[in-house]
T-cell receptor, first 116, second 111 residues
Framework: GAGVSQSPSNKVTEKGKDVELRCDPI?????LYWYRQRLGQGLEFLIY????????KSGLPSDRFSAERTGESVSTLTIQRTQQEDSAVYLC??????????????FGPGTRLTVT | KNEVEQSPQNLTAQEGEFITINCSYSVGISALHWLQQHPGGGIVSLFM???GKKKHGRLIATINIQEKHSSLHITASHPRDSAVYICAVPHYGGSQGNLIFGKGTKLSVKP
């Protein structure tokens, strides 16, 4: 079946502009995660959605970052007033519901964001 | 919260060599992930394991829950194994929730 998809695959934007990144999780996966990887650095957690629960936003680096999820489907990560330090690969992952013994996360291909 | 340490940070091997990458974490977990990141940036989940050992082809992952340690082994390494290998565990322990990642081990296999 289809895996996690993300769009766009690449995005170049000017400093100060807003951007929206989209993630389509695997159908039936109730958990959805956003991570990012800045150049030369490791992966870092941004935000986590689980079903209808309030999202875990503890990884968002500033209030310029926000994310929404429609039900148990598509999620959009929005970065307002982009800065050059926002340049990174933004990765989305999804997994089955909490309650299974362990939830393997399936990663999308990522969106490479470049802020000029 | 969990902390993850990987070693080595960089590894260069000759084709055919046996490779071992190590991962240690600080908070008890029920599941640990090994991921592979190719030079293009795409990430693939290699293993999720809760105990003992798992094997996929030339890749073997082991975990010792009591010692909070996991290893990833590659037998008969090949240049196409060149990638960054990343260990990840649940940030707050257990088996659920967001992951925290090691800094990765960059493997380069020379022909």
């Amino acid at each position: 079946g289809a895996g996690v998809s993300q769009s766009p695959s690449n995005k170049v934007t000017e400093k100060g502009k807003d951007v929206e990144l989209r993630c389509d999780p695997i159908s039936g996966h109730t958990a959805l995660y956003w991570y990012r990887q800045r150049l030369g650095q490791g992966l870092e957690f941004l935000i986590y959605f689980q079903g209808n629960s309030a999202p875990d936003k503890s990884g968002l680096p500033s209030d310029r970052f926000s994310a929404e999820r429609t039900g148990e489907s598509v999620s959009t990560l929005t970065i307002q007033r982009t800065q050059q330090e926002d340049s990174a690969v933004y990765l989305c992952a999804s997994s089955l519901a909490v309650g299974v013994p362990a939830n393997e996360q399936y990663f999308g291909p990522g969106t490479r964001l470049t802020v000029t | 919260k969990n902390e993850v340490e990987q070693s080595p940070q960089n590894l260069t091997a000759q084709e055919g060599e046996f490779i071992t990458i190590n991962c240690s974490y600080s908070v008890g977990i029920s599941a640990l992930h090994w991921l592979q990141q190719h030079p293009g940036g795409g990430i693939v989940s290699l293993f999720m394991l809760s105990s003992g050992k798992k094997k996929h082809g030339r890749l073997i992952a082991t975990i010792n829950i009591q010692e909070k340690h996991s290893s990833l082994h590659i037998t008969a390494s090949h240049p196409r194994d060149s990638a960054v290998y990343i260990c990840a565990v649940p940030h707050y322990g257990g088996s659920q929730g967001n992951l925290i990642f090691g800094k990765g081990t960059k493997l380069s296999v020379k022909p």
